[in-house]
C-alpha cells in the first residue's frame, strides 16, 4: 500500500507546484528562493562558479556538449547502470522530478542529465534501456550520456571529479561515489548541489522555477507571504505536514 500513497503524494505536489510556478513564483527574486531553501532544505548548497564543460554522446552516438543546452537550467547527476546501490534511487527520483517539471511551464527550459561513470558497460543498448524502469522520459528533456568509442574508460569518472565527487573502486568493480544532484543556469554556471537522496523534491523543483524566472522583473513587496509560506498552502495537508 505503501506505493499508490507515495504516488499520490508525488501527484498532489505535482499539482501544488504548477499552480505556484504559473501565479506565483514570478512575484520572488532568485534570491528570496534561495534563502527560503536555507531555511527549509538541509541538503541545499548553493555554488557560484562555471560547470565543467564536456563533450559527450548519447545512446545513438550523438554529439552532446553542456553548451548544446546553454538558455535552459541543466539538471545533472551521475550514476551507472550496474550500480546496485543508490543509483537506482537517485535515477527514480530524477525522474519524479522530471514529472513535476514537464507538467509546469519550465517543460521547455529545463534539460535532465544523467552521465554514466561505466561507459565499458554502459552501451547504447543499456542506456536505451534505462528511462522506463525509473520513469524518465526520454522523448521529453531527458538525456543519459556516455564517452563514446575510442576514449579513456575513466572519461566521465574525472568530469564527475571535476563536480566534486570522490571515486572507490572495489574488487569486484563497483563504484562507490558521492550522490549529488547538480544545478546548472542558463548561463552556464554551477549555481547549486542537492545532496543525497534526502532533500524534498519539491525544493529542487522550486529552486529551479527560481533560475527559469531569473531575469523577470520582481517586487519583493507583491505579495506579504513568504515563498514556502504560499507554496506550502497550495498542499494538500498530508502532503504538506511532511514537507518540513
Same mark, same amino acid.
Given at each position: ?8 503524494? *508525488? ?13 506565483? *513564483? ?20 548553493? !555554488? ?18 553542456? !553548451?548544446?543546452?546553454?538558455? !535552459?537550467?541543466? &539538471? ?30 519550465? !517543460? ?32 521529453? +528533456? ?5 564517452? @563514446? ?5 575513466? #572519461? ?31 548561463? %552556464?554556471?554551477?549555481?547549486? +548541489?542537492?545532496?543525497?537522496? %534526502?532533500?524534498?523534491? #519539491?525544493?529542487? &523543483?522550486?529552486?529551479? +522555477? @527560481? ?29 504538506? +505536514? #511532511?514537507?518540513?
Amino acid at each position: 500500500m505503501k506505493f499508490p500513497i507515495r504516488l499520490f503524494a *508525488a501527484a498532489s505536489a505535482a499539482i501544488a507546484v504548477t499552480v505556484f510556478v504559473t501565479a506565483a *513564483a514570478p512575484a520572488h527574486s532568485l534570491k528570496d528562493v534561495q534563502q527560503d531553501l536555507f531555511d527549509k532544505e538541509k541538503y541545499f548548497q548553493v !555554488k557560484d562558479e562555471p560547470a565543467p564543460d564536456f563533450a559527450l554522446q548519447d545512446a545513438d552516438g550523438k554529439p552532446i556538449g553542456l !553548451k548544446d543546452y546553454r538558455g !535552459k537550467v541543466v &539538471v545533472l547527476h551521475f550514476i551507472y547502470a550496474g550500480c546496485p546501490d543508490v543509483c537506482p534511487l537517485h535515477a527514480d527520483r530524477i525522474g519524479e522530478i522530471q514529472e513535476m517539471v514537464n507538467i509546469t511551464p519550465m !517543460k521547455d527550459r529545463v534539460q535532465f542529465i544523467t552521465i554514466t561513470t561505466d561507459p565499458k558497460r554502459d552501451t547504447p543498448e543499456v542506456l536505451r534501456d534505462y528511462a522506463e524502469p525509473h520513469g524518465l522520459d526520454p522523448t521529453a +528533456n531527458w538525456v543519459f550520456l556516455t564517452s @563514446g568509442p575510442d576514449r579513456p574508460e575513466d #572519461t566521465t569518472r574525472k568530469l564527475a571529479e571535476e563536480f566534486g565527487h570522490k571515486f572507490t573502486v572495489t574488487e569486484d568493480e563497483l563504484q562507490i561515489h558521492s550522490v549529488v544532484t547538480h544545478i546548472v543556469d542558463q548561463n %552556464g554556471r554551477w549555481v547549486a +548541489n542537492f545532496h543525497g537522496l %534526502g532533500f524534498e523534491p #519539491t525544493n529542487l &523543483v522550486v529552486f529551479t +522555477n @527560481g533560475l527559469t524566472n531569473a531575469n523577470v522583473q520582481h517586487h519583493k513587496e507583491a505579495e506579504p507571504a513568504s515563498l514556502w509560506e504560499r507554496f506550502r498552502s497550495l498542499l494538500p495537508d498530508s502532503i504538506s +505536514n #511532511t514537507v518540513n
